[in-house]
């Protein structure tokens, strides 16, 4: 069966367009999320968290770190039930404004030293508003997009949403820079830090010209014209699938990743009471590498999910990227910033991309249409806000002053994703199944030749409607 022209083109649009609004609004809301983590690793425990013992200050930033994750399912609860009764981009356009306004908040903070205990209880407050906002960004993005994507092509449309979240991540980190390699200590830690935050400014309205654009998934709007949006998603997701809810949860844990890498790696580098001695703006180099290589990394392993499916790559990803972490973390204990940086590449640039590319398009495949965001949301972030915790665990089991740090937290991150891994094989295959039968575990995928087929058609421009 086969659209018309005009329709095949509006089509092609609406893919292209619904991409390019989850990349952007990704890299921007990220953009917010990732200078808090930045800044909890190389500059509140000084500012926000003073103390005699060092060690007390880092554990106690850290943890601030963690907080926002543990607003996530909070958050996953009351966005995901919104954007599967109200719409892909209208939860969007509420997660933005939220993660917007209190990132500005950050910025204008006052420190322990103007007010007391207020500063830290206030950026708590903030941190949990923010974990709160980005619960429903990464599920809503991924559910729009996919439901817009073409046939055969939801690996690769998908993964756009992860490539934005790496830019935000770069920006992020490349908005430090600067200040940090060129501002004197003095002057950056008193208010060179707080011009990140307040950027967030043209996060909001830069976040809501995109987003407005963008039209409801064709999938959404049919469950809407039919009448059969449920009134409770949640209820449905837990009651369906709650099997493959707890198989997300686990993978997410795959986020330990990129905490070994960007928070619990940057305070082992940096913060002196640990005595590696990084430069901060040197080390701020890391995570910028990092994300520009798998920001090509990441489209490439999308599309190659769409070929060969969704589990190796996460499978593979995620045991290999837990073996790297050993290695990562030695070369920051023997005060190695070539080999740390080499590392950084191999682990988190390139294999953990395995996974990072594959599950925007993998979880929301897990689920059907009705509680797709609601079903994606909880359990992801449930998964994450676990990992987010361990930066003060390895903060606490592998302090300044104690041996084997790098096989401690090494040991710990390898444990988690083999539990990944394990996950991953128990879940079912889903890049050759229909659209309209995803979230129906009895589901019959595609024959690979007709998969195959109909890929290179709607590659080349047709519009192809599976039967």
């Known amino acids: 069966m086969a659209s018309s022209p005009a329709r095949t083109e509006h089509d092609a649009r609406q893919s292209k367009k619904a991409a390019a609004s989850g990349w952007i609004g990704s890299a921007l ?253 040197v080390y701020l180099w890391i995570p910028v590498l990092g994300n520009m290589l798998a920001v090509f990394v990441i489209p490439f392993v999308g599309n190659l999910s769409d070929k060969v499916g969704r589990k190796p790559p996460i499978i593979i990803g995620a045991l290999c990227s837990g073996l790297l972490s050993f290695g990562y973390l030695y070369a920051i204990s023997i005060h190695n910033v070539p080999l740390a940086i080499f590392m950084s590449l191999l682990m988190w640039g390139v294999v953990y991309q395995g996974y990072n590319a594959i599950f925007p398009s993998f979880y929301p495949e897990l689920f059907p249409t009705r509680t797709r965001v609601s079903a994606m949301a909880i359990s992801q972030n449930t998964g994450t806000t676990i990992t987010a915790l361990l930066p003060a665990l390895f903060a606490t089991v592998a302090p300044p002053g104690s041996t084997n740090i790098p096989l401690t937290v090494g040991a710990i991150a390898f444990g988690i994703t083999v539990i990944a891994a394990l996950a991953a094989v128990t879940a079912r295959e889903t890049y050759r199944i229909n659209i309209n039968d995803l979230g129906n575990c009895d589901a019959v995928p595609m024959a690979k030749a007709d998969y195959e087929r109909m890929r290179a058609q709607a590659s080349g421009g047709a519009a192809v409607v599976p039967t």
Not at 163 to 178: D, R, T, Y
Not at 194 to 214: D, H, K, M, N, Q
Not at 223 to 241: K, M, W
């Open 29 to 281: 809301e990220y953009y917010d999320f990732f200078i808090y983590a930045t800044a909890a690793a190389l500059v509140f425990p000084q500012i926000f968290f003073p103390s005699n013992n060092p060690t007390v200050a880092i554990v106690a930033s850290l943890a601030t770190y963690g907080v926002g994750y543990v607003a996530r399912p909070i958050g996953a609860f009351v966005l995901g039930h919104w954007g599967d009764t109200h719409g892909r981009k209208t939860v969007l356009i509420v997660c933005m404004f939220l993660m917007g306004i209190s990132t500005m908040a950050v910025g204008l903070l006052p420190t322990y030293q103007q007010v007391g205990v207020l500063a830290p209880v206030l950026l708590v407050i903030l941190r949990l508003i923010q974990g709160f906002a980005v619960a429903g960004e990464i599920s809503g993005a991924s559910s729009m997009i996919l439901e817009h994507a073409p046939f055969g092509r939801r690996g690769f449309y998908a993964s756009f949403a992860l490539q934005g979240v790496q830019a935000g991540q770069i920006l992020a980190a490349a908005v430090f820079l600067p200040l940090a390699a060129y501002m004197p200590t003095e002057a950056f830690n008193s208010w060179g830090w707080r011009i990140p935050f307040l950027l967030s400014f043209f996060v909001i309205i830069a976040g809501y010209i995109i987003r407005r654009e963008v039209d409801e998934t064709p999938a959404f709007a049919k469950e809407d014209e039919q009448g059969t949006v449920p009134r409770a998603p949640i209820v449905q997701a837990f009651r369906l699938s709650w099997k493959d809810m707890l198989r997300v949860v686990c993978m997410a844990l795959m986020n330990v990743i990129p905490v070994v890498a960007t928070i619990f790696g940057a305070a082992y580098a940096v913060q002196p009471a640990y005595g590696i001695g990084f430069e901060k703006d």
